[in-house]
């Protein structure tokens, strides 16, 4: 029997991976819901979902207080419940003691709960509905255009009918989602977590069968069109590094680790501006669950304790940027030719990649890069002590992002 783990597989350019893990015996995959508007709700309808919740509350892989039967299902690395010794007879047994038949009744072992009933479809939107705005979009929203189509949903334009104002919104029918949970990510983080260099969301709503995330439309699009036509300088590089570190200090302050940095994740503005995007894969951490397992982000991009499935903390978010910039010089991550599964294989065993021509970039670049592409976590500099590297001080305006927005929008006008 197999677990189905999903990989986000966000941009067009990559094919939706599974990957099958052996099951684990008496895992604890029921954890509550760890968002204070919707557990009110979810204590009345049994609590738990039988799904594992991966999304901003405990990991999968760990105890959690909140979930009721939590304290009942041993870790996933504990032993398993001692076998009861086979019955011996008389002659087999030890002296001293008496015939199987002649000893005390014992009391069998326990066994385990039987797994919380599952969440219904119904049940899940009550709960979602606690999170989202009230009112339905189609009311204030008009001349809907799709522009995009990812792992959850599609993104369309539209125009707010009393402003003008074009904005994003991305569509994520509730049925078709593999793990369900994660829709409340596209929610939480946009609303409760807000920075200059952070997409803004504006609204979010059920609209019939479907949650809505209505934020705004960044018009230069994701910075992956951009790395694999052209090859950005070193003060493009550090400028964009530098938007994209300032989201992830701020996000990890708060015990947020994105989980799946990668170009297709930064979007810009006409005007050069960096914005990170796409947190349905975001976890918390905390005092209590300082630490995450869950198998989760692209494979390319993913940090070595991901893949391992060690526990993990927000030095992956770093361990990404550093193959993003390996994007921004050489057009694709490292191993990118090879398949998912193979690269993550190399990641996983294999000293830390680096650019193609170390050469052709600056020693400031090179140490830079180091600094994130360290395999031990505990080596790996964070966010806030990457602002203060060197290789920043060559970052500028946004401005200087400007051609490449304006060359990606001419190739896309001839299309």
Not at 140 to 145: A, M, Q, R, S
Not at 241 to 257: D, F
Not at 273 to 283: E, H, V, Y
Request: aromatic share 6%; charged share 25%; hydrophobic share 35%.
């Amino acid at each position: 029997m197999t677990d189905t783990i999903r990989i986000s597989m966000h941009s067009q350019r990559y094919d939706t991976l599974k990957i099958h893990m052996k099951q684990l015996p008496m895992r604890c995959d029921t954890v509550h819901p760890c968002y204070d508007a919707v557990r009110s709700d979810f204590d009345s309808i049994q609590q738990c979902d039988s799904m594992r919740f991966d999304f901003i509350g405990p990991d999968p892989y760990m105890r959690h207080s909140g979930c009721p039967n939590a304290g009942l299902y041993p870790r996933q690395d504990s032993p398993s419940q001692p076998r009861p010794s086979p019955t011996g007879s008389l002659a087999n047994s030890p002296p001293g003691t008496c015939s199987p038949a002649f000893r005390p009744l014992q009391h069998p072992s326990p066994r385990p709960p039987p797994d919380p009933p599952k969440v219904t479809h119904e049940q899940f939107k009550a709960a979602l509905q606690m999170v989202v705005d009230k009112g339905d979009p189609r009311s204030y929203l008009e001349n809907f255009v799709k522009i995009g189509e990812g792992s959850t949903g599609v993104v369309c334009i539209a125009r707010e009918k009393h402003s003008g104002r074009l904005v994003a919104v991305k569509m994520m029918d509730l049925r078709r989602q593999q793990r369900r949970e994660l829709l409340f990510n596209e929610v939480v983080i946009m609303r409760d977590y807000q920075h200059r260099n952070v997409v803004e969301m504006f609204k979010s709503a059920l609209v019939e069968e479907e949650l809505w995330v209505i934020m705004e439309y960044l018009q230069g699009g994701a910075l992956t069109n951009i790395v694999s036509e052209t090859r950005l300088s070193e003060e493009q590089i550090a400028t964009v590094c530098e938007a994209v570190l300032q989201a992830l200090a701020y996000l990890h302050s708060q015990g947020v680790i994105h989980r799946d940095i990668k170009s297709d994740s930064i979007l810009l503005s006409l005007d050069g501006r960096i914005k990170l995007s796409d947190f349905g894969f975001c976890a918390q951490i905390s005092k209590d669950i300082p630490r995450r397992k869950s198998l989760v982000g692209t494979p390319y991009w993913m940090a070595p304790e991901v893949i391992s499935k060690s526990p993990y903390g927000t030095e992956v978010d770093v361990w990404s940027l550093g193959i993003m910039l390996v994007e921004m010089v050489d057009g694709e991550p490292p191993y990118f030719s090879e398949t998912p599964v193979a690269a993550m294989k190399r990641l996983r065993d294999e000293p830390a990649p680096t650019v193609r021509n170390v050469h052709q970039v600056s020693p400031v670049l090179k140490d830079f890069l180091k600094r994130m592409l360290t395999r031990d976590p505990l080596e790996r500099a964070s966010a806030t002590d990457l602002l203060e590297h060197p290789f920043l001080l060559q970052a500028s305006s946004p401005q200087c992002l400007v051609p490449l927005v304006e060359q990606y929008r001419k190739r896309m006008s001839r299309c």
